[in-house]
């Protein structure tokens, strides 16, 4: 059945190593599209970071963003629906990071009415928070002023760290209060509300159109690709892919450097 739905991760999976879109992947998503297929980027990054993204695309698909927690239409620089961590939570959660993880640093994710939402600082970061990769839109506030407003996600930062040692020390005490996740192995855990992943986004974009996840077939890489892995008709992992995404997919593709995605469209858009 050709697919109706292809939802796809950015980094590591739609973008190769030089963060662009090949040729060939870019042929293959348009054909799709122009034949009616709905196409949704699916990410980690925050709507801020759509843009190039849409640029290297051609055309302007609804994006999940921030692992789930945010719809954004790129299109009309649009939030079309927000998930947040509440106070109570993040305070919560800050208490549990900061004593199973010593030496964590804290930052959160905030977000306005559009990508571009002047009137709200988007990444907030505590005072000892060591980036995982280049962030010029960083403030730097006191722990209690982090605190002070609700968040799409949590991130819980340790240089030098494994993320899957992290998670694995987190998840007995974090589970209660918000869903574990993370999309590089770098020391860096997100933290998401109850409920929310890439997939929860996926279907929520779904459900109105009349589609459904035997419809739908995405592309990952990373552990916050499983759920929407696993969701899908047809889940399908970059060779790369971290052991987890691999074990969930439903099929392996060749790398993010050797037109993964496109290999698998163009059965039915070749």
């Known amino acids: 059945m050709t697919p109706r739905l292809i939802a796809s991760d950015v980094d590591g999976t739609l973008l190769n190593d030089d963060e662009k ?28 970071w759509v843009p190039p993204v849409v640029d290297a695309l051609g055309f302007a698909p609804i994006a999940v963003c921030a692992n789930g927690s945010v719809i954004y239409d790129p299109a009309t620089d649009r939030i079309l629906s927000a998930h947040t961590l509440s106070t109570e939570v993040l305070r919560e959660l800050a208490d549990i990071a900061t004593r199973v993880i ?23 970061s505590s005072p000892g928070y060591e980036h995982a990769w280049l962030n010029p839109d960083n403030t730097e506030v006191s722990l209690e002023d982090l605190l002070s407003q609700p968040a799409i996600k949590l ?3 340790k240089a030098g760290a494994r993320s899957d040692d992290m998670a694995a020390a987190l998840a007995p005490h974090v589970s209660p209060h918000g869903d574990i996740t993370f999309s590089t192995d770098n020391g860096l855990i997100e933290v998401m509300p109850v409920g929310v992943s890439k997939a929860s986004g996926i279907e929520q974009v779904a459900g109105p159109l009349g589609l459904t996840a035997e ?46 995605v496109a290999r698998v469209l163009e059965r039915w858009w070749g």
Do not use: C, K, Y
């Open 21 to 48: 879109v090949s040729a060939r992947t870019r042929a293959v998503l348009n054909a799709a599209v122009r034949d009616g297929a709905t196409f949704v980027i699916a990410t980690g990054r925050p709507p801020r």
């Open 102 to 124: 010593p030496g964590a640093g804290l930052a959160v994710e905030r977000v306005g009415n559009s990508a571009h939402d002047a009137a709200t600082p988007q990444f907030v």
């Open 155 to 157: 991130l819980i930062r």
């Open 215 to 260: 419809e739908a077939v995405t592309f990952g890489d990373m552990p916050n690709d499983v759920p929407m892995l696993r969701w899908a008709g047809l889940g399908v992992a970059m060779a790369h892919g971290h052991p987890e995404a691999l074990a969930a997919a439903d099929e392996i593709t060749t790398t993010n450097n050797d037109d993964g």
